[in-house]
T-cell receptor, first 114, second 111 residues
Framework: DVKVTQSSRYLVKRTGEKVFLECVQDMDHENMFWYRQDPGLGLRLIYFSYDVKMKEKGDIPEGYSVSREKKERFSLILESASTNQTSMYLC?????????????FGSGTRLTVV | GENVEQHPSTLSVQEGDSAVIKCTYSDSASNYFPWYKQELGKRPQLIIDIRSNVGEKKDQRIAVTLNKTAKHFSLHITETQPEDSAVYFCAQRGGGNKLTFGTGTQLKVEL
């Protein structure tokens, strides 16, 4: 019963390419989040969204943008991929109050930029 | 800003022993503290959480304690089993619904 789906499990892109990471949730959640996971650094918040067409910067937004045109879909965009963006990217969603059931994560997209 | 420190980064225990992971947070307004378990190659999954109006919560072999005065909370796993081997992340909710995560603890349960 997969509830948060990330479109790609593995991606290899070239430096300078524009990269789209897609995330879809089927739980009618208001909140959606993009994190990157790096060894020793934990999960760091890139961007999040509380509503359609709404976005807010997280802790490390530089080099990224997002799009939320529909409630169920939240896209992460790397405008011009660089090698330091090689990472595991995790999408998550939560209901209106994340303190009720916490986050549900997707399976992650491992992006390699060469 | 919000910050969560997590220790230790790696923890190795013998099967049947207890494991304790500790986190310290900076935002005194934080009111929700979840713990996530991430098995190798899998997504993080919520295993237990605690709210700021409670000092302790237990669920079978796992428990979480919260000390608001000292701004730290801990995960306790008793009678560890090989399937407990994973990376564990603590987190705190500050403003809105954002979770700030710790850096993770790699727990290894040895036979």
């Amino acid at each position: 019963d997969v509830k948060v789906t990330q479109s790609s499990r593995y991606l290899v892109k070239r430096t300078g390419e524009k990269v789209f990471l897609e995330c879809v949730q089927d739980m009618d959640h208001e909140n959606m989040f993009w994190y990157r996971q790096d060894p020793g650094l934990g999960l760091r918040l890139i961007y999040f969204s509380y509503d359609v067409k709404m976005k807010e910067k997280g802790d490390i937004p530089e080099g990224y943008s997002v799009s939320r045109e529909k409630k169920e879909r939240f896209s992460l965009i790397l405008e011009s991929a660089s090698t330091n963006q090689t990472s595991m990217y995790l999408c998550a969603s939560s209901g209106q109050d994340a303190g009720v059931y916490g986050y549900t994560f997707g399976s992650g997209t491992r992006l390699t930029v060469v | 800003g919000e910050n969560v420190e997590q220790h230790p980064s790696t923890l190795s225990v013998q099967e049947g022993d207890s494991a304790v992971i500790k986190c310290t947070y900076s935002d005194s307004a934080s009111n929700y503290f979840p713990w996530y378990k991430q098995e190798l190659g899998k997504r993080p999954q919520l295993i237990i959480d605690i709210r700021s109006n409670v000092g302790e919560k237990k669920d079978q072999r796992i428990a979480v304690t919260l000390n608001k005065t000292a701004k730290h909370f801990s995960l306790h796993i008793t009678e560890t089993q090989p399937e407990d081997s994973a990376v564990y992340f603590c987190a705190q909710r500050g403003g809105g619904n954002k979770l700030t995560f710790g850096t993770g603890t790699q727990l290894k349960v040895e036979l």
